[in-house]
């Protein structure tokens, strides 16, 4: 009854980076094309809708940006007070584009997002405001279609799904799906979950809490995952891995899967190619293997990034046909 078209993303076969890994059948899921650019609607509809349900009037969030650009969306749209908690200077200039768009309030704090997500906890246990982010179980439960939408599209569970991790939410919330799908026997196997995390940014690959964690990827940093236990039993439980892959890493992924596949993501969505792309490097085979490359967000969302890492090719003509026409000159 209520929704703002999130779900139903693409999921687009690779026609390029498939094929130089010898992997026949690569695929990426298009998370940034949900209604506020990234996979955080599928939750948060569910979350602000509950909400709503319970007489709520008001949410709150911490977020590296993307729950805050969702949150402030369903919020206006179910005609909530919204308030949104984010780390000073961290966070994304479209992400808080977003916010300001629509009109959530927003609280800078000279901190990182653990210490958001520490305060909104706070806040949300003395007054009755909902708490929208990922340690609401029905942003999980939102956030698990996504593994079924997977299933239905290729009438099977993949062999393997690479995702990237920072509050280990959707990580979690993939594995729900599958393995619900799992358990009332409409795949008769699970995939591997493969989660990454940035080099700077890699509690639980380090397996201790990280006090300053620092990335290119903006909207994974950090270094105290609320959803820790949970990413590892998915991880466990699939027989799957969660490995760091650095700036460099995502930034070449990044690059190439806007060069090559004509996909536009942030570069904390590029973690999970990056890591499809280290896991090559080592040596493993993905040939025969269905792959699937959870593309959690938007490019547009960090227009400043693109425009950093890209050599700025443009040219400038006089705006005349002659000169145009040497632009295009063969010689
Ligand atoms: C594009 O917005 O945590 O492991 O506050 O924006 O479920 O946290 C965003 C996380 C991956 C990691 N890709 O997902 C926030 C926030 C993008 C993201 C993640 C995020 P989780």
Redesign the pocket.
Known sequence: MVTLGEGDTPLVRSRAIGETLGCSELFFKLEGCNPTG???DRGMVVAVAKAVEAGGTGIV????????ASAAAYGAYFGLTTTVVVPKGQVARGKLTQAIAFGARIILVDGG?DQALELVRGITERHPIALV??VNPDRIQGQKTAAFEIIEELGEAPDYVFI????????S?YWLGFSEAFGMEWISSRPKMMGFQAEGAAPIVRGEVVEDPRSVAS??Q?GN?A?WESALRAKDESGGAIDAVSDEEILEAYRLMARKEGIFC?P??AAALAGLLKRAREGFSFRGKKVVCIV??SGL?DPDQAAENEPTFMEEYPPELSAIERAFAVD
Do not use: D, H, Y
């Open positions: 990234s996979f955080k969030c911490a977020s590296t940006g993307n729950t805050s997002f982010n990922s990237p991790v920072g509050n280990a939410g959707n990580i919330a909207a994974i950090v995952p959803s942030e904390a969505s959690t967000g969302k």
